[in-house]
């Protein structure tokens, strides 16, 4: 009898894998690969600058304030280190402006701001608070205890002292360029070479208008006007916000190195822990 033709069997063998399941090993390095690498900041050298005061900001919208909860540094493509068109890989030091007073000397150190019985409405109460040349204050709180009420009230009792002020907000007008707002005197190829000489922009953006910087662009340039100037009493909001981890880094090392007087409002937990010095808590606008 004739034979039935055979049924056709099934493929028994594996499935062809994927080359990526064949070598997970290339696949790591490929995701590596699209990660950029965050570079080590080297150690700093501090380079003179011109004197100028910033001005403390106009305003303290509550909505403006970050949440309570210490945030984790995310790194951003766009805001990240500048490390080519010949910016140098540091951030510049701040200094004081008056040689030799710009280091604390225990209780007999110069005041630089003193507060008694101050009040703000509902917002703050200050019964007594005394800052002294080389004082170093970190101020925690809820959001709306204060904190940058605080700052500004500090701004306001200064002893002839010049303040350097970075706002949790800062605003420039658009239509100037960085260098433009950079501000500073002399030629302006001095000012640009004293701007890339802070490690906070490359070359290539100097001519850029400000009104198309990113947010953490601005606040580099707000830290640029800061390290400009020649300040005794620094106070900062929030200073390492929309920075990359890796500029954050070199802000705090070049703070470490700041011998004048500072008040930071900060929830970067990398920036508390490494802090060094008196913690002041704001409870309902109460100084404790």
Same mark, same amino acid.
């Given at each position: 009898?004739?034979?039935?033709? @055979? ?85 510049? @030091? ?109 070359? @290539? ?60 409002? @900060? ?22």
């Amino acid at each position: 009898l004739p034979t039935a033709p @055979s049924r056709p069997t099934a493929d028994t063998s594996p499935a062809e894998t994927s080359p990526a399941r064949r070598h997970p090993a290339r696949r790591r390095t490929a995701a590596a690969e699209d990660t950029p690498a965050l570079r080590p900041a080297p150690h700093k050298n501090p380079a003179p600058r011109q004197q100028t005061t910033a001005p403390p900001g106009a305003s303290d919208p509550a909505g403006s304030r970050q949440p309570d909860a210490a945030p984790h540094r995310q790194p951003s493509a766009q805001d990240s280190r500048p490390q080519q068109d010949g910016a140098p890989h540091r951030v510049a @030091s701040f200094h004081g402006s008056i040689p030799g007073q710009n280091a604390a000397e225990g209780a007999g150190a110069r005041v630089v701001a003193q507060l008694r019985d101050v009040r703000v409405g509902e917002r703050l109460h200050v019964p007594a608070l005394t800052i002294r040349a080389g004082d170093r204050l970190l101020v925690r709180g809820a959001n709306g205890a204060g904190k940058t009420t605080l700052l500004r009230a500090i701004a306001e009792h200064a002893r002839d002292t010049e303040v350097g002020y970075l706002a949790q907000e800062v605003t420039f007008d658009p239509g100037l360029t960085v260098l433009q707002a950079y501000g500073g005197h002399g030629h302006p190829d001095e000012r640009r070479a004293a701007l890339l000489r802070t490690g906070l922009f490359r070359a @290539s953006v100097l001519d850029q208008r400000v009104g198309t910087l990113s947010v953490g662009q601005r606040r580099r340039l707000a830290l640029a006007r800061l390290l400009a100037g020649a300040h005794d009493l620094l106070l900062l909001d929030e200073p390492t916000n929309h920075l990359s981890p890796v500029l954050a880094e070199e802000l705090e090392r070049a703070l470490d190195d700041y011998r004048g007087a500072l008040v930071v409002v @900060s929830h970067d937990r990398a920036l508390v822990r490494r802090f060094r010095g008196t913690v002041i808590t704001l409870t309902g606008g109460r100084v404790s």
